[in-house]
């Protein structure tokens, strides 16, 4: 141990070798450096209402500062500063400093903190005999501050003790770089008990990395976490206290700090008892040094193995400390640790820490010699009477982890059933939810009886109980109950009633007695938006067949249905899908089926169709042809080609010559379909003359509308107009003169005459890469089908 001494004053000899401040002894070997911030850290002034006296009276009254700290080089620096009154030429202001440097402090302080050197025997007031120090070998003697005398100093302002929390919260936050604490009090002796009060809260490690100063002039000039002053200094400019969190415990004025989980803990935990959280800390594994934050979960940990008094949220960070891998305690610390929950409400911590600590208790079990499970039943237990006394006070059970003991688990559904026997609606929601996530048993003539007499009538007074969807989905017995009285109401009461319990709380199997009440809820439902038509017409089916009515569907119940309008594509498609393939015998059925299967549609409208009828031939062949249905079949290779081809920049010309081989040899349907949907693929087509020469003359047809609609208004209209001319062209050569008709009278000649002479001009070049001569043929053929008048118009004719 190396403590290297300095001390610092004004006086006529000293190290300097001239008069005035300087320093008067050290030990040798102090490095330069480190003497400089000793030097500018003591400098000392007294609150200018006191002066400083004539030769040493008076000095007592004058602020003490003790201030620690490390330098920019790492020692660790304790110093203490008074006021010496006159100095050796008899001028007020003389200060004495006596300062204490070591390079290891760990070592060299490790059995006393910085702050219980306050008024230490050690401390020299005045210049000695001799410019040499010896470096103390010996650990200094503790002055007057020690645990047992802040906790006396704390208990001597109960009110002042009440900011303790948001003080160390401060405090923990000044040491992690946050805002610099002032601490403001009657005298220096009062700040230094503050200090040490937090010293001992933060615990040993932590306490050794706080900085402070009991007295300061001019605070802004101190570099220490926590800076004292006294009240007598102040009050300071709001510039300056801005750059602190302020307390002044004088006056009685704080800052609104919120204490954190860790000061609140160990302020109420006090200066005393604190150091036994510490020490049970610290025996639970490597602590962290870095902020009280950081420490919090093992401190709670430490406090619940103490039996301390602790918060619900305590409780749960010291449970989830202790069942986490980082733990690493013993078996009989689990043990301990479960053991003093079990004084705590137990029912109010989240799942989460219910079920680790159950997971505690498990553990704790096998290194017992009582009975394996007995802990882990405890804590059960011990969480099911929480939620029934919560319960009986009227309040909500909670949150519940599933029970895992046979005896929490009987224990919880005995105290349910007891409780659900005399609940009202809202309740018996309640109980069922929880009882679910329990897992628990609860006798089914009981749960059929609350639906019966408390839920429903609940229902017809007072609308929908909360909680009611989760707990009737959960409980068949309960939708049963429920049943049982809806059935006995008159017909415009029970569909008041339907619409207020909505689609969400039967299934259909629920109507296995009243299957006549079904289809009414059924089509309640549906008809309120709340169920598609086609899933309330699959449901009634599947009722129905279940009493044994097979084939289920009929006309009357597609006119309930659909009181208005036929089937679409889209319900169609998912009926076929849902319902039972014989069902398509029915006539009601196949009629809409077959509606549908000959309605062909549009281009831009056959998915939805399209997909009606692949998943329609997807029925048993035999079903089909039996129906006359089997159209589907012939259909579905065409829907395929047409799904490759749709939708893709470049359609494949494989492709497309199936489809157009398809439409001109295909079954009537498959022609019919294809005619709908070929002309916006044609186009694109690369052999478009072959296509337009060799198709059907509805194809055609249908070919030449849509060009005609292209041309008039889409884009790429100059390209397709030059190659229908060029292949008009073609055709009248080789004599398809019906074809070439089309094209003429139905596409061409309506529109051409009709654009500018620059578009006219586009359509011929593009006409040139196409066929030689081309742009010469369109002039002509212009000119054939038009009056001199058009052709003046465009400055073509001499005359």
Not at 325 to 332: G, K, L
Not at 393 to 422: N, Y
Not at 576 to 595: H, I, N, W
């Amino acid at each position: 141990m190396t403590l290297l001494q300095l001390q610092y004053t004004s006086c006529e000899n000293g190290l300097s070798g001239h008069s005035g401040f300087q320093f008067c002894a050290m030990t040798p070997g102090v490095p330069s450096e480190v003497a400089r911030e000793v030097e500018q850290l003591t400098a000392y002034e007294p609150p200018g209402y006191l002066g400083a006296g004539e030769g040493r009276r008076g000095t007592d009254d004058h602020p003490v500062n003790l201030v620690y700290t490390f330098s920019e080089y790492g020692s660790a620096i304790i110093a203490r500063v008074i006021s010496a009154g006159l100095d050796f030429s008899n001028r007020s202001g003389n200060y004495f400093a006596h300062a204490l440097v070591t390079d290891n402090p760990g070592n060299d302080l490790r059995l006393v903190l910085p702050v219980e050197l306050w008024e230490a025997p050690f401390w020299e007031a005045s210049q000695g005999p001799s410019t040499d120090l010896p470096p103390l070998r010996d650990l200094p003697s503790r002055g007057l501050v020690s645990a047992e005398t802040t906790g006396q100093f704390l208990a001597g302002k109960p009110d002042q003790a009440a900011h303790l929390g948001s003080l160390l919260a401060a405090i923990d936050d000044a040491m992690g770089s946050g805002q610099q604490v002032l601490l403001i009090d009657t005298d220096s002796t009062a700040v230094c008990h503050w200090i040490a009060a937090a010293c001992y809260l933060l615990g040993p490690r932590l306490a050794r990395r706080l900085t402070f100063a009991t007295y300061s002039h001019d605070p802004r000039h101190c570099p220490t976490h926590v800076v004292g002053t006294v009240a007598a200094v102040g009050p300071f400019r709001l510039d300056v206290a801005a750059r602190f969190q302020a307390f002044d415990l004088a006056g009685g004025s704080v800052p609104e700090v919120p204490a954190t989980q860790a000061a609140s803990l160990l302020a109420r935990a006090g200066v005393t008892d604190s150091a036994a959280l510490w020490e049970m800390a610290a025996s639970l594994g490597q602590l962290p040094d870095t902020s009280l934050a950081a420490c919090f979960p093992v401190l709670a940990s430490a406090a619940l193995l103490l039996d301390r008094q602790l918060t619900g949220e305590e409780v749960a960070a010291a449970i989830g400390w202790l069942a986490s891998p980082e733990s690493r305690v013993t078996a009989e610390h689990k043990a301990s640790a479960v053991r003093a929950a079990l004084g705590r409400s137990l029912e109010q911590l989240p799942v989460q820490r219910q079920d680790e600590l159950v997971e505690l208790a498990v553990a704790a079990d096998t290194t017992s010699a009582a009975a394996p499970g007995t802990l882990a039943s405890e804590v059960e237990c011990a969480i099911v009477a929480g939620v029934m006394a919560r319960l009986d006070r009227g309040l909500s059970p909670g949150e519940v982890a599933g029970l895992r003991t046979d005896r929490a688990r009987k224990a919880a559904s005995d105290g349910c059933a007891e409780r659900l026997a005399q609940a009202d609606a809202d309740r018996v929601a309640q109980l069922l939810e929880w009882a679910l996530e329990g897992k628990l048993r609860l006798p089914g003539d009981l749960v059929e009886r609350v639906g019966r007499d408390v839920i429903m009538p609940a229902v017809l007074d007072e609308g929908m109980p909360r909680g009611l969807a989760r707990a009737a989905t959960a409980w068949p017995a309960l939708r049963a109950g429920m049943l049982d009285r809806l059935h006995t109401l008159p017909a415009p009461l029970r569909q008041a009633t339907l619409a207020i319990l909505g689609p969400g709380i039967f299934r259909t199997e629920d109507f296995a007695r009243y299957p006549e009440l079904g289809e009414e809820w059924i089509i309640s439902v549906a008809s309120r938006g709340q169920l598609s038509r086609a899933a309330a017409f699959e449901r009634v089916v599947d009722l129905r067949r279940r009493q044994g009515r097979i084939p289920a569907a009929d006309s009357h119940l597609l006119r309930q249905l659909w009181p208005a309008a036929p089937w679409t594509a889209e319900e169609a498609s998912e009926l076929v899908t849902r319902l039972p393939a014989d069902e398509l015998g029915t006539e009601p059925v196949r009629q809409e089926c077959s509606r549908i299967l000959n309605d062909f549609p549009r281009a831009a409208a056959a998915e939805e169709w399209m997909t009606f009828v692949t998943r329609l031939a997807g029925v048993p062949e035999e079903v089909l042809h039996e129906q006359g249905l089997s159209a589907a079949l012939r259909l579905r290779p065409a829907i395929s080609l047409i799904r490759q081809a749709v939708g893709v920049p470049q359609v494949p010309d494989a492709v497309l010559n199936q489809l157009i081989e398809l439409q001109a040899t295909g079954d009537p349907e498959v022609r019919r379909f294809l005619a709908g949907q070929l002309p916006p693929l044609l186009p694109g087509y690369p052999l478009l003359n072959y296509a337009l020469s060799n198709c059907s003359a509805d194809l055609l047809r249908q070919f030449c509308s849509y060009a005609r609609a292209v041309l008039e208004s889409g884009p790429g209209e100059v390209v397709l107009a030059a190659r229908i001319f060029v292949i008009m062209s073609e055709f009248k050569e080789k004599n398809l003169g019906q074809q070439a008709a089309y094209l003429e009278h139905d596409v061409l000649r309506p529109v051409l005459p009709r654009w500018e002479r620059r578009k006219i001009k586009q359509v011929g070049q593009q006409a040139d890469l196409l066929a030689t001569n081309a742009s010469a043929e369109l002039e002509w053929w212009l000119a054939s089908q038009s009056t001199r008048r058009w052709l003046r118009l465009r400055g073509r004719a001499p005359f």
